[in-house]
């Protein structure tokens, strides 16, 4: 089994930041490539983008490029979301996931999800 832990979900401004981090622990074998997706109520979860966690590699969605970063930790076995100039539309629950590699993350195939933490952005 894998456990996820997200946190460093919140309250802010448009135009702010935030960092939001997703611990990781369990069975390393299968911590192949991890990611973010995020959900707003009425709505299908969405995937924001992933890393693998073997060499770093990277894939976004083309909703946040330029936007947001992922990056991990590996001594610290975490991952993280950097968020900055945040709009309204960003608004929703951020989920952490992993999976076998970016391509089924990608494609919404995830083997374990974390709670998730919520992100709230309001004038």
Same mark, same amino acid.
């Given at each position: 089994?894998?456990?996820?832990?997200?946190?460093?979900?919140?309250? *802010?401004?448009?135009?702010?930041?935030?960092?939001?981090?997703?611990? *990781?622990?369990?069975?390393? =074998?299968?911590?192949?490539?991890?990611?973010? =997706?995020?959900? *707003?109520?009425?709505?299908?979860?969405? =995937?924001?983008?992933?890393?693998?966690?073997?060499?770093?590699?990277?894939?976004?969605?083309?909703?946040?490029?330029?936007? =947001?970063?992922?990056?991990?930790?590996?001594?610290?076995?975490?991952?993280?979301?950097?968020?900055?100039?945040?709009?309204?539309?960003?608004?929703?629950?951020?989920?952490?996931?992993?999976? *076998?590699?970016?391509?089924?993350?990608?494609?919404?195939?995830?083997?374990?999800?974390?709670?998730?933490?919520?992100?709230?952005?309001?004038?």
């Amino acid at each position: 089994q894998v456990q996820l832990a997200e946190s460093g979900g919140g309250l *802010v401004q448009p135009g702010d930041s935030l960092r939001l981090s997703c611990e *990781v622990s369990g069975r390393t =074998f299968s911590r192949h490539a991890m990611g973010w =997706f995020r959900q *707003v109520p009425g709505k299908e979860r969405e =995937f924001i983008g992933g890393i693998r966690w073997r060499d770093g590699g990277k894939l976004y969605a083309d909703s946040v490029k330029g936007r =947001f970063t992922i990056d991990r930790d590996s001594a610290k076995n975490t991952m993280y979301l950097q968020l900055n100039n945040l709009k309204l539309d960003d608004t929703a629950k951020y989920y952490c996931s992993a999976g *076998v590699n970016l391509s089924m993350l990608a494609a919404g195939r995830v083997a374990y999800w974390g709670q998730g933490t919520p992100v709230t952005v309001s004038s």
